[in-house]
């Protein structure tokens, strides 16, 4: 197989805005759903202007969640392209991938303009949506290095319209080069039908404390001015998609998380703050090691502990905010994570053993009255369904292969309208890795120890619950 030859047959959907980029010259945006595809056909365009010029090397700008677990991954399973994370170092290489916030430090800068790429993608270009943002004028400024610009985004401008502008304006200049041109041009203030069409710059804060805030003076015709640089795909509407969609977000831990992982991994004991946590037995050291990659655990004393940094609580957020206003069901292992994640969520429900009134739970969920749904396999994992619901996160997972293919099928079943994306966030060199290896493969919990852990203990597993305890989970 040729260098380039692609080893991967693309759904319609995703040909058809492969060819709307090439035939742009290799300039525009890609607003395409989670789950959608959009790695793969960023690929394949790359493959595409690259038969015309066989020296085309391609930066990819991206959440540090993506770099390994969606582009690594990609790249060498479905291309035979060469691949390089510049945050592990410079190589040679046809790709190179880089997170938004080490690609606007100057040493890195200067590095990738000494590496002469002429072809660029933003993943998650809301990232950028900010025009005030550090990162949004950096990318602007070195927009021209770039003879090939390509964004990509499920959700572009999440908050308001205004965040289009700098996506659009970084691959076209079908926008006006000023932000606040185009807000004047497009944008008016508004409040419940009541609408300005200008204010004093120094009395926006007033009129923002007022509830005032900004929408399209008139969508269709921004709509039409934006539209021949932007290809648009829902997951409703790509007819040929699988009826179901994995997708790893992978998370990196910040140093002190991983300082206290490794610690709880070697010693079996490590310190959260001036907490002592310690684990006795492989499951428990398994439970604990879970724990930390949520960004807790519990101490001597029984209680739940948070880490100071939660990589992995931002990493959802991030990802809730990509899906946009859909209803969402969050699967989590402990009654911590509840208590933790309730301080970063709102509109939500509950479903797991501390739920007061679970009908009710159930009720809110399925009617729309929630957006978010928090619950436990054990609780919400067995009979209930969810059609409402097309889209899950598991926040954590458990060593129970029946335990996860029973909640994927509380949205994968008869009077299901849509696709359904199941989307696993899993913390980079961790143990949350080995248990979604273990899970695919049918491991046993016995054989997950000794691989993880290196020991040959043999041992039962606990019968009946035990909530936060040897299983952790909450019933």
């Given at each position: 197989?040729?260098?380039?030859?692609?080893?991967?047959?693309l759904?319609?959907?995703?040909?058809?805005?492969?060819?709307?980029?090439?035939?742009?010259?290799?300039?525009g945006?890609?607003?395409?759903?989670?789950?959608?595809?959009?790695?793969?056909?960023?690929?394949?365009?790359?493959?595409?202007?690259r038969?015309?010029?066989?020296?085309?090397?391609?930066?990819?700008?991206?959440?540090?969640?993506?770099?390994?677990?969606?582009?690594?991954?990609?790249?060498?399973?479905?291309?035979?392209?060469?691949?390089?994370?510049?945050?592990?170092?410079?190589?040679?290489?046809?790709?190179?991938?880089?997170?938004?916030?080490?690609?606007?430090?100057?040493?890195?800068?200067?590095?990738?303009?000494?590496?002469?790429?002429?072809?660029?993608?933003?993943?998650?270009?809301?990232?950028?949506?900010?025009?005030k943002?550090?990162?949004?004028?950096?990318?602007?400024?070195?927009?021209?290095?770039?003879r090939?610009?390509?964004?990509?985004?499920?959700?572009?401008?999440?908050?308001?319209?205004?965040?289009?502008?700098?996506?659009?304006?970084?691959?076209?200049?079908?926008?006006p080069?000023?932000?606040?041109?185009?807000?004047?041009l497009?944008?008016?203030?508004?409040?419940?039908?009541?609408?300005?069409?200008?204010?004093?710059?120094?009395?926006?804060?007033?009129?923002?404390?007022?509830g005032?805030k900004?929408?399209?003076?008139?969508?269709?015709?921004?709509?039409?001015?934006?539209?021949?640089?932007?290809?648009?795909?829902?997951?409703?509407?790509?007819l040929?998609?699988?009826e179901?969609?994995?997708?790893?977000r992978?998370?990196?831990?910040?140093?002190?998380?991983?300082?206290?992982?490794?610690?709880?991994?070697?010693?079996?004991v490590?310190?959260?703050?001036d907490?002592?946590?310690?684990?006795?037995?492989?499951?428990?050291?398994?439970?604990?090691?879970?724990?930390?990659?949520?960004?807790?655990?519990?101490?001597?004393?029984?209680?739940?502990?948070?880490?100071?940094?939660?990589?992995?609580?931002?990493?959802?957020?991030?990802?809730?905010?990509?899906?946009?206003?859909?209803?969402?069901?969050i699967?989590?292992?402990?009654?911590?994570?509840?208590?933790?994640?309730?301080?970063?969520?709102?509109?939500?429900?509950?479903?797991?053993?501390?739920?007061?009134?679970?009908?009710?739970?159930?009720?809110?969920?399925?009617?729309?009255?929630?957006?978010?749904?928090?619950?436990?396999?054990?609780?919400?994992?067995?009979?209930?369904?969810?059609?409402?619901?097309?889209?899950?996160?598991?926040?954590?997972?458990?060593?129970?292969?029946?335990?996860?293919?029973?909640?994927?099928?509380?949205?994968?079943?008869?009077?299901?309208?849509?696709?359904?994306?199941?989307?696993?966030?899993?913390?980079?060199?961790?143990?949350?890795?080995?248990?979604?290896?273990?899970?695919?493969?049918?491991?046993?919990?016995?054989?997950?120890?000794?691989?993880?852990?290196?020991?040959?203990?043999?041992?039962?597993?606990?019968?009946?619950?035990?909530?936060?305890?040897?299983?952790?989970?909450?019933?």
């Amino acid at each position: 197989m040729s260098i380039g030859e692609n080893m991967y047959e693309l759904y319609e959907h995703q040909k058809k805005a492969a060819s709307f980029i090439v035939g742009r010259r290799g300039q525009g945006a890609l607003f395409m759903e989670i789950g959608t595809g959009k790695t793969l056909t960023v690929l394949d365009i790359f493959r595409q202007l690259r038969a015309y010029e066989p020296n085309l090397k391609m930066l990819v700008v991206c959440p540090i969640s993506l770099i390994n677990a969606a582009w690594g991954c990609d790249i060498q399973r479905f291309t035979n392209y060469t691949y390089c994370n510049l945050r592990e170092g410079v190589k040679d290489a046809d790709i190179y991938v880089i997170n938004y916030e080490s690609y606007y430090l100057e040493r890195n800068q200067h590095l990738i303009n000494n590496l002469q790429l002429d072809m660029v993608v933003l993943d998650e270009s809301s990232k950028i949506r900010n025009p005030k943002a550090r990162i949004t004028k950096t990318l602007l400024n070195n927009r021209d290095n770039f003879r090939y610009r390509v964004i990509m985004s499920g959700t572009p401008a999440p908050n308001s319209p205004e965040e289009y502008w700098s996506q659009i304006k970084f691959v076209s200049n079908a926008l006006p080069d000023s932000f606040y041109r185009f807000r004047n041009l497009y944008m008016k203030l508004d409040r419940n039908g009541y609408s300005v069409d200008y204010v004093h710059p120094l009395k926006l804060g007033e009129m923002f404390r007022k509830g005032f805030k900004y929408v399209l003076k008139d969508q269709d015709k921004f709509i039409l001015e934006i539209q021949p640089v932007c290809f648009w795909a829902k997951k409703s509407e790509c007819l040929d998609l699988p009826e179901t969609v994995d997708v790893i977000r992978e998370v990196t831990l910040s140093p002190s998380q991983m300082k206290v992982y490794r610690d709880m991994k070697r010693h079996m004991v490590a310190e959260i703050g001036d907490q002592l946590i310690m684990a006795n037995v492989a499951l428990t050291k398994l439970m604990k090691l879970r724990q930390i990659t949520s960004g807790f655990a519990i101490d001597t004393m029984g209680e739940a502990t948070e880490t100071t940094d939660n990589s992995k609580v931002n990493e959802l957020l991030s990802v809730l905010e990509e899906i946009g206003d859909k209803q969402v069901i969050i699967w989590i292992q402990f009654h911590a994570e509840f208590f933790m994640l309730s301080k970063h969520l709102k509109n939500y429900a509950t479903l797991y053993s501390l739920t007061d009134d679970r009908d009710k739970s159930i009720e809110d969920f399925k009617t729309g009255k929630v957006q978010y749904l928090l619950a436990h396999p054990k609780s919400g994992g067995h009979g209930l369904t969810f059609t409402n619901c097309d889209t899950m996160i598991f926040f954590s997972i458990d060593y129970s292969f029946e335990g996860i293919e029973q909640a994927r099928g509380r949205i994968h079943r008869p009077g299901q309208a849509n696709k359904c994306t199941y989307i696993y966030l899993l913390a980079k060199d961790t143990i949350d890795a080995d248990i979604k290896q273990a899970i695919d493969k049918k491991e046993s919990l016995q054989a997950l120890c000794q691989r993880v852990l290196n020991t040959k203990q043999v041992f039962e597993e606990p019968k009946g619950e035990q909530p936060d305890s040897i299983h952790s989970e909450v019933v």
